[in-house]
């Protein structure tokens, strides 16, 4: 029970920190497909400058600032240069996974996976009695999640930027009228989507295994991005929604574990989040009017 | 005549970025261009077998795209085929190895109608949840695409399972030599013809049918459409059947050709190339044809590259990667425009 709980939180960090992250972006009207990429590229860079320089920490700035470069051109050729965000997303997921897995064997000479030398601090471990035993080997960047719900909160619901991009989302000639810079508040939610996918892939390589492996997200990204929709681009809903995922994935991977137990094939348990989300959306389409393209 | 080499132009510059990106990248990793070049040449045309690689893999590629072609052409945003050439391929599995022993003149053309129909029933889904509940296609067809992985994982784990394989590799058995339309190489004349038959009834359909000019003017001004009192519904249904047709006959023709079995986790990014060679083609159908031939060329430089090169092939996907990110950009010469909401 205690095992299954940390499995589920575990499984639901990276889909909370990409999926709060996307957010920002799918709120100013970019259906970011990319955050697959992103994901795994901010879980490559993690292992490589954490591996580099001996620090976890650096490994993780590393790869907030690979994900900012990305995140910053992917910008400029939708924004700038009028590229299709979904065909340009879809080629930013394809370039990191080419891109992480050509440096992982330019620079580390490896093929297939490598092993992280660093990993994130986990503030318990080992055997516990009573509720710690519910966050028994979480690393700290999970135990940080409450707070980055909070902030993210915070941002989206409760401040002028936030604003801004719910406006720029929803009526962008409104806000344009009302003085705000569109462009601008993309380019930064779009920033912030790129700082939150580096957590979220630290978190997948270097949260509780310490490795990276070629196709390490293996379509989390675009879980995450279910888990907006699901979540109706509410930051709550949207955490509420990625621990939901987290958990049917923790169903599924249990259910290989003790198969002969239940009769439902692991697969159809995994299929879950997909169906639950084709679901909804068709639910929503057909309460309410289409908010705005990919929305 | 200005008019083609600007067509051309803007399809080639994102094109030649995107490989002077890579190569640059792979000359500061210390990889020598010439021998990478070499090995891309070697491996797309010149050495033994390579040119019948790239057409192997044009093929499913160019199939594919024909669907994709119709369904951008009408405004809508598909990116279910992986899915659906999974689905197409199960079709085509299961009659090939449910009726052993049948005459090959009926079970490979009911195999082939399989894959068409399961696609084209898969791809519908997105289509009648779009068109009755107002449902976003792209969130839908990705969604399916994942549920399409995962009934094949179970369907090669368990009801036509290959006692012999498991895990990230398990297939179904081998479809019976009988059945086949080509050996392991994926080009014989079969393939080819229907390949060029499929290509006719796409040209067909896009340029010569009445369908294929409503679907246009539902694609670009849906307004006048609607006051011409076309049947918008209809017309985007149909779209998402011929889609899905196409491309389960793609992975009918996998299973059926060079693959002979339906494996798990097989060509997971043909689906997604294929789009980019819908829009490399421009949307027509001889486009199609050529970009389907550069793009399975690189396919086929992929596989290759690593045997002759120290190049690993994921330094090719980068550069797959780069052109999809780049294809769709308006460089300088063109008009900028703002695309908010607008799709392609």
């Given at each position: 029970m205690e095992q299954f709980v940390v499995t589920t939180i575990r499984l639901s960090a990276p889909l909370i920190f990409a999926g709060l992250g996307g957010l920002f972006s799918v709120r100013a009207?970019?259906?970011?497909?990319?955050i697959e990429g992103l994901m795994l590229a901010g879980a490559f860079a993690t292992v490589a400058f954490g591996t580099a320089t001996g620090s976890v920490w650096l490994g993780i700035l590393g790869a907030i600032a690979v994900n900012l470069i990305l995140s910053f051109v992917y910008w400029l050729l939708i924004d700038r240069f009028g590229a299709d965000m979904i065909i340009s997303g879809l080629g930013l997921t394809t370039l990191c996974v080419g891109g992480a897995a050509f440096l992982m064997n330019a620079?580390?000479?490896?093929?297939?996976s490598m092993t992280s030398a660093v990993r994130l601090p986990q503030p318990v471990v080992g055997p516990q009695e009573g509720l710690l035993a519910f966050v028994s080997e979480l690393s700290i960047l999970a135990w940080l999640l409450p707070v980055f719900v909070f902030i993210v909160w915070l941002l989206l619901r409760r401040s002028r930027l936030g604003l801004q991009i719910a406006a720029v989302g929803e009526y962008p000639y409104a806000a344009e009228a009302a003085g705000v810079d569109i462009s601008r508040t993309k380019l930064i939610a779009m920033l912030i989507t790129g700082l939150c996918c580096a957590l979220a892939g630290a978190e997948l390589s270097v949260g509780g295994l310490a490795a990276f492996s070629e196709n390490m997200t293996n379509g989390r990204g675009f879980i995450a991005l279910a888990a907006i929709l699901f979540g109706s681009l509410e930051p709550i809903r949207t955490t509420l929604a990625g621990l939901f995922f987290g958990l049917a994935d923790a169903v599924g991977i249990n259910s290989q574990i003790y198969a002969g137990e239940s009769n439902i094939p692991r697969q159809f348990i995994l299929m879950i989040p997909f169906i639950a989300t084709m679901i909804f959306v068709t639910l929503r389409g057909a309460f309410a009017h289409r908010r705005h393209s990919g929305g | 005549m200005s008019r083609w080499l600007a067509i051309g132009l803007r399809v080639a510059s994102p094109i030649a970025l995107a490989f002077i990106l890579g190569f640059t990248l792979f000359a500061g990793a210390g990889y020598d261009i010439v021998e990478v070049v070499n090995g891309l040449w070697q491996g797309a045309i010149a050495a033994p077998g390579s040119l019948e690689q790239s057409i192997r893999w044009a093929i499913p590629l160019a199939v594919i795209s024909f669907g994709i072609i119709i369904t951008l052409r009408t405004g809508e945003f598909n990116i279910g085929a992986q899915g659906q050439i999974l689905l197409g391929g199960l079709g085509a599995a299961s009659v090939a190895l449910l009726l052993p022993g049948w005459p090959p003149v009926l079970v490979i053309p009911l195999a082939l109608l399989a894959g068409i129909i399961l696609g084209a029933l898969w791809s519908a889904i997105a289509g009648v949840l779009k068109v009755?509940?107002?449902?976003?296609e792209v969130i839908n067809t990705l969604m399916l695409n994942f549920i399409a992985a995962l009934l094949i994982q179970w369907v090669t784990t368990g009801?036509?399972?290959?006692?012999a394989t498991r895990g990230e590799t398990a297939s179904t058995p081998r479809v019976d030599r009988m059945f086949?339309?080509?050996?392991?190489?994926?080009?014989?004349i079969e393939l080819i013809l229907i390949v060029v038959v499929a290509a006719l009834l796409a040209w067909i359909i896009i340029e010569r049918s009445p369908f294929g000019l409503k679907s246009r003017l539902v694609g670009s001004s849906p307004r006048v459409a609607a006051w011409q009192g076309l049947q918008i519904k209809r017309i985007h249904i149909t779209t998402y059947l011929l889609a899905g047709a196409f491309a389960g006959l793609a992975g009918a023709l996998e299973v059926l050709g060079p693959s002979a079995r339906l494996v798990t986790g097989a060509t997971p990014t043909l689906g997604f190339t294929a789009i980019v060679v819908a829009i490399v083609g421009m949307l027509r159908i001889p486009g199609a044809l050529a970009a389907a031939l550069f793009f399975g060329g690189l396919q086929a430089a992929i596989l290759f590259l690593p045997i002759v090169s120290r190049l690993p092939s994921s330094g090719l996907r980068i550069i797959e990667g780069l052109v999809a990110l780049l294809i769709t950009a308006q460089f300088l010469w063109q008009r900028r425009r703002r695309n908010q909401g607008q799709k392609l």
């Open positions: 009207g970019i259906f970011h497909i990319g620079l580390f000479n490896k093929r297939g | 009755f509940f107002n449902a976003d009801p036509l399972k290959d006692d086949r339309l080509s050996d392991g190489t994926g080009v014989s």
